[in-house]
């Protein structure tokens, strides 16, 4: 069977010195599987030994300081299940009678704030998580398949070893290769946003630009908020001049600040006008 490979271009140095460099990685064979696992196992068992918590250890942690609680564990649950319910909807409408253009939209916008809210909940577990015995053995396995699968186009291994790629292993080949292999053994795509359900919906419907942010039917190059509202690149509000306002409709500056009016001072005294002085009658 013939062995899976991802090819990458990858630019390397700077000004004259740049170039570019033909590169693949390919899927881990047993063998290297197996080794991998094995450094795992040793890196697991030497953050242990180091004082480093496992993930069921910071679970505990987190609970006792108020990080992550059973009613945070709720709310992700139904989080999870209104976002899936909303998924439901968007597909197959009320059942009744066709639905509308404008209803999908509400619910596909109302998807992406349940999506955004469950991120901004996990934001901290997850952060509490990264630095576990298990999370640091989970990536040292990654790191080392990346080592061992890492190929200039003519054959030849990237990487002497894998201390040599702990060496280089922020340069920018290392990071091509392994963004390629996550791609190939978790199946990530480039691509996953304009595939989620809501943002397909939208697509489908040229109701968001390339970049999907929200647009106006009626004008496609126009971007809007999820009220309908018409907005710049930077999410300031504008009117239908195409000038900066803020939601009430007051008008902003090109900055996004307030115009501000010339002020009269009235708290210094004014200086005292000088006497006039007669001049010397002159002899005719």
């Given at each position: 069977?013939t062995q899976?490979?991802v090819?990458?271009?990858?630019e390397i140095?700077?000004?004259?010195?740049k170039?570019?460099v033909d590169?693949y990685?390919?899927?881990?064979?047993?063998?290297?599987?197996k080794?991998?696992?094995?450094?795992k196992?040793r890196?697991?068992n030497?953050?242990?030994?180091?004082?480093?918590?496992?993930k069921?250890?910071?679970s505990?942690?987190m609970?006792?300081?108020?990080i992550w609680d059973?009613?945070?564990d709720?709310?992700?649950?139904?989080?999870?299940?209104d976002?899936?319910?909303l998924?439901?909807k968007l597909?197959?409408g009320?059942?009744?009678?066709?639905?509308?253009l404008?209803?999908?939209r509400?619910?596909?916008i109302?998807?992406?704030?349940?999506?955004?809210e469950?991120?901004?909940?996990?934001?901290?577990?997850i952060?509490m998580?990264?630095n576990?015995a298990d999370n640091?053995?989970?990536?040292a396995?990654?790191?080392?398949?990346?080592a061992?699968?890492?190929?200039?186009a003519?054959?030849k291994p990237?990487y002497?070893n894998?201390?040599?790629?702990?060496?280089q292993?922020s340069?920018?080949?290392?990071f091509a290769?392994?963004?390629?292999?996550s791609?190939?053994?978790?199946?990530?795509?480039?691509s996953?946003?304009r595939k989620?359900p809501?943002?397909?919906?939208?697509?489908?419907?040229?109701?968001v630009?390339d970049?999907?942010?929200?647009?106006?039917?009626?004008?496609?190059?126009e971007?809007i908020?999820t009220e309908g509202r018409?907005?710049?690149?930077?999410?300031y509000?504008?009117?239908d001049?195409?000038?900066?306002?803020?939601?009430d409709?007051?008008?902003?500056?090109?900055?996004?600040e307030y115009e501000t009016v010339?002020?009269e001072?009235?708290?210094?005294?004014k200086p005292k006008?000088?006497p006039k002085t007669?001049?010397p009658a002159?002899e005719?």
């Amino acid at each position: 069977m013939t062995q899976k490979k991802v090819e990458s271009k990858v630019e390397i140095g700077e000004g004259d010195n740049k170039k570019e460099v033909d590169i693949y990685v390919t899927q881990p064979n047993n063998d290297v599987l197996k080794r991998a696992e094995r450094y795992k196992s040793r890196t697991w068992n030497e953050a242990i030994q180091d004082g480093v918590l496992t993930k069921k250890e910071v679970s505990m942690v987190m609970e006792k300081r108020g990080i992550w609680d059973e009613t945070k564990d709720k709310k992700e649950k139904t989080l999870s299940k209104d976002i899936i319910d909303l998924e439901k909807k968007l597909a197959h409408g009320n059942g009744k009678r066709k639905p509308k253009l404008s209803e999908g939209r509400d619910v596909a916008i109302n998807i992406r704030k349940k999506r955004l809210e469950l991120r901004d909940l996990l934001t901290d577990k997850i952060a509490m998580e990264e630095n576990t015995a298990d999370n640091l053995a989970d990536n040292a396995r990654f790191d080392y398949l990346v080592a061992h699968c890492t190929f200039y186009a003519n054959g030849k291994p990237v990487y002497e070893n894998f201390e040599d790629y702990n060496n280089q292993g922020s340069d920018e080949i290392a990071f091509a290769a392994a963004t390629s292999l996550s791609r190939m053994l978790y199946n990530l795509d480039s691509s996953f946003e304009r595939k989620l359900p809501e943002n397909k919906f939208l697509l489908d419907y040229s109701l968001v630009n390339d970049d999907l942010s929200l647009v106006n039917p009626n004008n496609p190059e126009e971007l809007i908020d999820t009220e309908g509202r018409r907005i710049d690149e930077n999410g300031y509000y504008l009117d239908d001049k195409g000038n900066r306002i803020d939601k009430d409709g007051n008008p902003l500056t090109e900055d996004g600040e307030y115009e501000t009016v010339e002020y009269e001072n009235d708290l210094v005294d004014k200086p005292k006008p000088k006497p006039k002085t007669k001049k010397p009658a002159t002899e005719s």
